[in-house]
């Protein structure tokens, strides 16, 4: 059987109909960089981003600073040109750090920046909107994103009280070029997300083989973000929930595979968390000439997760609060 044709394979099992598979492989389709990583396209944006995305909070949390910026330095010159960051990380700090990164010589233009606003009204997204702008010093984001859409209320809240009348304001003005959501909690949130009236430019999503067997946004989510060419922008492709954000050793899964099975989905990136050059590199390699894993891999890492993957026991992001952000609880009236 040819290529083409396990994907296919695979696909139809996850998706079902005839019209999603050849929309995932539309999204997995890659072009080559210059810099060495593929690029992938972000649904109807037509942008075309580095198909591994430099996640913002890991980098807020490298210890020495300097060090920090040149680690983003050496991943603009590696090809990793989609930047993740959001307004809460560090309380600001991975904002403020990736600025310092991205206003030396000319940086800033390198890079397809992405941030999140935490707030879901009109003033408090402004407000939001206002800090990350000062805090990246730029003038434009070109992807903001709702955060942690992690409460069923959260899609109504956005529309209710005034925060994508905000985003749309912000755009209208150029301060913000394409709008999307994120969250990690339920793929029936996402969903309920992308049924509301806007053509979202993003959902940003949990991708990994765990998430195939516990409340699965690759089985939910994606196959609507496909439907709707909503780019989708993976993260938490190493479990997550696990020590070190790792999939169970037990399973004898490994880092790389982990990656490789993520990049294979229709995903448009995927954000992998980095705390120094070394893991750069190692990220990068994963990249570099990047070829979707065969149906027969795929099926054989999903098998090797299934028994300690379907209560949720490892994906703790989705089937407890402990990884709910502390500004969303206190949005709800939870407890942090």
Known sequence: MSYDATRRSFFQGMFGSAAAVAMAQQALAQQDSPNGLPTRRLGRTNEQVSILCLGGWHIGAVEDKNEAIRIMHAAIDEGMTFFDNAWDYHDGGSEELMGRALSVEGKRDKVFLM???????YQGSMRNLDESLRRLKTDRIDLWQF?????????????????LKAALEAQKAGKVRYIGFTGHKDPSIHVKMLNKPYDWASAQMPVNVLDAHYRSFQKEAVPVCLARDVGVVGM????????KGEIPTKTSVTHEECRRYALSLPVSTLVVGILSMEELMAEVKIGRGFKPMDDETKAVLLSQVADVAGDGRHELFKSTQRFDGAHHRRQHGFAV
């Open 115 to 121: 941030t999140k606003n935490c707030e879901r009204d």
């Open 147 to 163: 955060h942690e859409m992690v409460y069923d209320s959260d899609p109504d809240w956005v529309f209710e009280k005034g925060g």
């Open 236 to 243: 938490k492709s190493l479990g997550g929930g696990a020590p």
